[in-house]
């Protein structure tokens, strides 16, 4: 029996699975993405748009298709899988680079010096119970909790003085530094990153810090004396009354300013001066 | 145009209280007319009530002087008289120095007050007052600081000066570009 003719029939229903192109594709599999090189025929782009970019885009499938399939295989129980190569196009960057920290004041002061960083294990034997603790953090502070059980009282120190709680307050004190210290850091690091001097940024802090303070009383600092060189405070208008305001009014503030200027008694009746020289003389 | 502030106020008082004391209640508080203090482009002017209204319809840059001129406040805030207040400063004066007719010319000057043309002079001047200076026929010339206490210029030299310059009316003639 010759099938080869019903053979022809089924396989002239599909297209072949081979395409020509001129120019050889370029494929990126991992992004299942192919990248056609060709130049489009004007003519038929023009006269038979629709059909000509069908065709197009089937050849193109087609063609990365072909390589999906050569791509080796992973049978699972969700199915097979082709495992896909590693990626071949790079894509920009969103954001920028980060830029380099500006260095903190002891790391620009171990440059100057020339102190290197030395690497300590974060795990350290205790001899006592041999096992291994850290150095510092959580169950770091088992391997001393035995060892100070006795406190030497230094020989000019007061008798009385609790030598735990001294040292509790050294070790508390020692920390608040350097928490001061990493604040410091941050505020220089912000201020350099809007470049701005360290130094006028932390006046700055002074100076808002003082506005604030003045206008925290009650009277929202109507009646505080202002400070020599103090800057002027920005944001404050002048207030003038009306001109033409209640002219009796103001006669009343005018004699209210006199009294406080002149004394509320005006000059005293008796001139003590010729007075006392009046008394002499007799 | 504007009222004064309190401050400002404050300082013109003190300023006109070493010459006249308690008397600047006459000036705001009159009998015939309520009058006022008007701060025009850093100067005071003492304007009656009626011509301030008035006044308030004029432009602040068209407006060039209104009433009398009593001063000027400085760039750093203070006070300074000027000679066009004489009126109201020897109307109210409380010292007084009179001055003879051969020192006259001297002062209206500009110069200071020297002993050997001091006619007459209030008693118990203390010293660094405010007085009005007059002519021996009473015409008022302007106004200075006392340099001595009365008692202490008694033993003075004639060529030492008594009383310090600060105002004349010859400024009338040579200030007239700046004076109102």
Same mark, same amino acid.
């Not at chain 1, 197009?56 to 791509?71: A, K, S, V």
């Not at chain 1, 808002?208 to 920005?234: H, I, R, V």
């Given at each position: 029996m010759d099938v080869s003719a019903v053979l022809e029939a089924h396989k002239a229903q599909f297209k072949p699975i081979t395409v020509d192109k001129v120019i050889p594709l370029e494929y990126d599999l991992?992004?299942?993405?192919?990248?056609?090189?060709?130049?489009?025929?004007?003519?038929? %782009? *023009?006269?038979?748009?629709?059909?000509?970019?069908?065709?197009?885009?089937?050849?193109?499938?087609?063609?990365?298709?072909?390589?999906?399939?050569?791509?080796?295989?992973?049978?699972?129980?969700?199915? !097979?899988?082709?495992? %896909?190569?590693?990626?071949?196009?790079?894509?920009? *960057?969103?954001?920028p680079l980060p830029k380099p920290k500006p260095p903190t004041r002891w790391e620009?002061?171990?440059?100057?010096?020339?102190?290197?960083?030395?690497?300590?294990?974060?795990?350290?034997?205790?001899?006592?119970?041999?096992?291994? !603790?850290?150095?510092?953090?959580?169950?770091?502070?088992?391997?001393?909790?035995?060892?100070?059980?006795?406190?030497?009282?230094?020989?000019?120190?007061?008798?009385?003085?609790?030598?735990?709680?001294?040292?509790?307050?050294?070790k508390q004190e020692r920390m608040e530094k350097n928490k001061k210290r990493q604040q410091r850091n941050l505020d220089e690091r912000a201020a350099q990153e809007k470049g701005v001097n360290p130094r006028d940024a932390r006046k700055q802090?002074?100076?808002?810090?003082?506005?604030?303070?003045?206008?925290?009383?009650?009277?929202?600092?109507?009646?505080?004396?202002?400070?020599?060189?103090?800057?002027?405070?920005?944001?404050?208008?002048?207030?003038?009354?009306?001109?033409?305001a209640d002219v009796a009014k103001e006669k009343a503030k005018h004699l209210d300013i006199l009294n406080k200027v002149v004394g509320k008694a005006g000059e005293p009746t008796v001139n003590v001066r010729k007075a006392i020289k009046l008394t002499k003389r007799k | 145009m504007r009222p004064l502030t309190e401050e400002e106020t404050k300082t013109f008082f003190e300023k006109l209280a070493k010459y006249i004391g308690s008397n600047i209640k006459h000036l705001i508080d009159r009998p015939d007319e309520t009058y006022c203090f008007r701060l025009h482009k850093d100067r005071v002017y003492y304007v009656s009530e009626s011509l301030m209204r008035k006044a308030t319809s004029i432009g602040r840059d068209n407006l060039k002087s209104l009433g009398v001129c009593f001063g000027k406040f400085t760039k750093t805030g203070k006070f300074r008289l000027h000679i066009t207040c004489l009126d109201y400063l020897s109307q109210y004066a409380k010292y007084k120095m009179w001055i003879k007719p051969n020192g006259e010319m001297p002062y209206l000057y500009g110069n200071h007050v020297v002993?050997?043309?001091?006619? +007459?002079?209030? #008693?118990?001047?203390? #010293?660094?007052?405010?007085?009005?200076?007059?002519?021996?026929?009473?015409?008022?010339?302007?106004?200075?600081?006392?340099? +001595?206490?009365?008692?202490?210029? +008694?033993?003075? #030299?004639?060529?030492?000066?008594?009383?310090?310059?600060?105002?004349?009316?010859?400024e009338y003639l040579r200030d007239e570009d700046t004076l109102f």
């Open positions: 991992n992004l299942l993405t192919a990248l056609d090189s060709n130049p489009l025929d004007e003519s038929q %782009l *023009r006269s038979n748009t629709e059909e000509y970019l069908k065709q197009y885009t089937r050849d193109g499938c087609q063609l990365l298709f072909n390589h999906i399939f050569t791509l080796p295989v992973v049978s699972d129980e969700s199915g !097979v899988l082709a495992t %896909l190569p590693e990626r071949v196009t790079t894509i920009p *960057r969103e954001k620009r002061f171990a440059a100057q010096k020339g102190i290197q960083k030395q690497k300590k294990e974060r795990m350290v034997f205790d001899e006592r119970t041999g096992e291994y !603790v850290p150095r510092w953090g959580y169950g770091g502070g088992k391997k001393n909790k035995t060892e100070d059980w006795l406190l030497e009282v230094p020989q000019n120190a007061d008798p009385m003085e609790d030598q735990y709680a001294k040292k509790n307050e050294e802090q002074v100076y808002d810090a003082l506005a604030t303070s003045k206008k925290s009383t009650a009277s929202l600092g109507k009646f505080d004396k202002q400070l020599s060189g103090e800057p002027k405070q920005k944001g404050i208008k002048r207030k003038f009354e009306a001109t033409e | 002993k050997a043309h001091l006619g +007459r002079i209030t #008693e118990d001047t203390p #010293e660094h007052q405010g007085v009005v200076i007059y002519s021996m026929s009473d015409v008022p010339l302007g106004f200075g600081v006392t340099a +001595r206490s009365t008692a202490d210029t +008694r033993k003075l #030299e004639p060529t030492a000066i008594i009383a310090f310059h600060q105002a004349d009316i010859g």
